[in-house]
Each structure stands twice: as C-alpha cells, then as structure tokens.
C-alpha cells in the first residue's frame, strides 16, 4: 500500500512563491520516482515537474521552467516542489504521484500509479 499525502497550497499573489510537499508512505519503504500533476478548471491534468528515486534526475514542462524546482529528502521520504514568480495560469489543483521504477522522470500521468488527493494553489493578480 503506497499513500501520498500533499500539502503547502494556497492562495498567493502573482509575483509570490508557495513550496508544496508531498509525503510518501509505504510498507515496503521502497525509493519512489516522482512528478508533479496540475488540472486547472475545465482543463485537462498537465505535467508540472518529475525527479527519480535517487534525486539524479529532474524534468520540468517548458511553462515552468526557471520558476519551480522540485527536490526531495529521501530520509524523510518528502518531495518538495518550490513555486516561484508564480502566475494566475498557474491556478490549479496540484497532484503529487508515483512511480516504483528506478531512474525515471515520467512525464505522462499514466505512467504513475499511485496519486495523492491533491491541494489547490490560486494565484490572484
């Protein structure tokens, strides 16, 4: 059984930054590959960041590239997504998943099987 559990979002103005974070649990304690989901209202689900298991690798969609940086703590079994210069575009429920696959950045949401409930960051102007 592999839960994630997502929190850090909120209301921010453009301009401002949000860290989100997303707790992992597992009874095998096993490493994860990660990404980060977002769907805005009447929108379909987009791929935001993604990191591999160890930390080696990372991908980022071109939208927020510069702005966000996705990390994790592996003794904490935590990702972070860090949102900076943040836009009203970026508005959106964000979705933590993963992946048990080593070495991976996966940016397709069918490649994750495990998704947390998610957590809603608004972005006013």
């Known amino acids: 059984q592999v839960q994630l559990a997502e929190s850090g979002g909120g209301l921010v103005q453009a301009g401002g930054s949000l860290r989100l974070s997303c707790v992992v649990s597992?009874?095998?304690?096993?490493?994860?590959?990660m990404g980060w989901f977002r769907q805005a209202p009447g929108k379909v689900r987009e791929f935001v960041a993604a990191?591999?298991?160890?930390?080696?690798?990372?991908k980022y969609a071109d939208s927020v590239k510069g702005r966000f940086a996705i990390s994790r703590d592996n003794a904490k079994n935590t990702v972070n997504l860090q949102m900076s210069s943040l836009k009203p575009d970026d508005t959106a429920v964000y979705y933590c998943?993963?992946?048990?696959?080593?070495?991976?950045?996966?940016?397709?949401?069918?490649?994750?099987?495990?998704w947390g409930q998610g957590t809603q960051v608004t972005v006013s102007t």
């Open positions: 998943a993963a992946t048990q696959e080593w070495y991976v950045v996966y940016v397709t949401d069918s490649q994750y099987p495990y």
């Open positions: 597992s009874r095998t304690g096993s490493s994860f590959g």
């Open positions: 990191i591999s298991h160890n930390g080696g690798r990372t």
